[in-house]
């Protein structure tokens, strides 16, 4: 039976219990503060010294791609006990991180390697690399879990309400909601990610009335509840998530919710006190 390693990058969020039980090896990307560069690893920097730290800081922190060695490093210590690798990740319109797969790849010929452009970011990202870990340990092969994440990803919908869209404007991440810049102060959008960008969904004035909407915007979207899987992220908001947590199982009360937290790589460009709400039906 050929053995199939599922690899990712660190703006997947995917929690570490669930990563080291699905087997799914995670290339961290790094965010810097001035001279300070830590991993998105957990271990360099924890998500509240990051949070604290973002919050103080007088200059928004940058990030950056793993290196092609880093990832021909990865593929192949991976190699040494499977087949072959299925390498799924963030969106290129947002990271470099294909480009240095993909570079990495082409230093490895001859060997089996499918570099994956998720086209998202954080969760939707997570569950499509959640599939393709579930099946690899249930012995499917390649073009089976292949065609489950392509299924997937077309079922997959993401609504991202930031506190702010200045640390998106900064970090050039704003995409195709560079509209909204103009009245900045004056709105609590409710974004999503289209065709590999952060692309503006609804306009809302209050920050209340954008969680109202966001339960809306579900109910819209959702044919059979009873087939919903959830996830809810937070960048620092853990207070608003909870309430989404209680407000989702409470109307939809779907088949799964998961609660995640969004990483320090993810949480420079949305910035502290967002909300990441992605579903989708099975």
Request: glycine content about 6%; cysteine-free; hydrophobic content about 35%.
């Amino acid at each position: 039976m050929s053995r199939i390693a599922i690899i990712t990058d660190s703006t997947s969020d995917i929690p570490k219990d669930l990563a080291e039980k699905l087997n799914i090896k995670v290339v961290p990307l790094s965010v810097i503060f001035g001279q300070e560069s830590f991993l998105d690893d957990g271990k360099e920097i924890t998500l509240k010294e990051f949070y604290k730290k973002i919050r103080t800081s007088k200059k928004l922190p940058t990030t950056t791609q793993p290196t092609p060695k880093d990832f021909i490093k990865t593929y192949t210590d991976i190699l040494r006990n499977y087949n072959s690798i299925l390498s799924i990740h963030i969106s290129k319109k947002m990271s470099g991180t294909i480009n240095s797969a993909e570079m990495a790849k082409k230093e490895m010929p001859g060997r089996d390697i499918e570099i994956i452009d998720s086209e998202y970011v954080h969760f939707p990202l997570g569950f499509l690399v959640l599939k393709a870990a579930q099946l690899s340990q249930e012995g499917r092969s390649k073009q089976e879990i292949l065609k489950e994440v392509y299924d997937l990803k077309s079922k997959i919908k993401v609504l991202i309400v930031p506190s702010t869209l200045e640390y998106l404007k900064k970090g050039g991440r704003i995409g195709k909601a560079k509209g909204l810049i103009a009245s900045i102060l004056e709105i609590k959008p409710i974004l999503t990610i289209h065709d590999g960008e952060i692309s503006q969904f609804k306009t809302t004035r209050r920050w209340n009335q954008a969680k109202s909407e966001l339960i809306n915007s579900i109910k819209s979207m959702v044919k059979n509840p009873q087939n919903l899987i959830v996830s809810i992220g937070d960048s620092d908001a853990k207070e608003d998530a909870e309430e989404m947590y209680g407000r989702i199982k409470e109307t939809f009360n779907p088949k799964k919710i998961i609660r995640v937290d969004i990483g320090t790589v993810v949480g420079t460009h949305l910035g502290p006190g967002g909300l990441g709400i992605t579903f989708y039906e099975e």
